[in-house]
């Protein structure tokens, strides 16, 4: 899980950070939405628990939700279909989580923070990150 997750947050800042604005598109600020839920949850801002939101996030809920609920769900329901398909929409569901339930209902910013730019790199690299974990505990499995 640790790995996946590692794999996978590497790349999900390395797409929203550098390349998304490199190639002159949005680029993702997860520390400052998180430190904004903050904010709203605890009254007052706090950078280095934005961070630790960021990484614990990245690190070991998401790809926990992938181990725990993602991965069973679709091998329950169609196991034939391998990882790819269901990977890819486990990231749509955390883009979902992370801009309409964390950055809407919890922090008060629009709905898909009003779908501007933003929200279409967040969607991108959610699906990436979802991928990227999901191949990680794949090839774990398949190398043992």
Request: glycine residues 10%.
């Amino acid at each position: 899980m640790a790995l996946a997750g590692a794999c996978a947050t590497v790349a999900f800042d390395f797409f929203g950070q550098s390349l998304s604005p490199m190639l002159g598109f949005a680029n993702l600020a997860p520390v400052p939405l998180a430190n904004n839920v903050i904010q709203v949850l605890f009254g007052a801002a706090y950078r280095p628990g934005a961070e630790f939101l960021h990484y614990f996030a990245g690190m070991v809920a998401y790809p926990l939700g992938w181990i725990l609920l993602g991965r069973p769900i679709a091998r329950a329901v169609i196991p034939s279909l391998g990882w790819v398909i269901p990977a890819a929409i486990y990231g749509v569901l955390l883009w979902i989580f992370a801009l309409y339930v964390m950055a809407h209902l919890v922090a008060g910013n629009p709905p898909f923070l009003a779908f501007t730019g933003i929200t279409w790199v967040a969607l991108i690299g959610h699906v990436l990150f979802a991928l990227i974990a999901a191949w990680a505990v794949d090839w774990r499995e398949n190398s043992k």
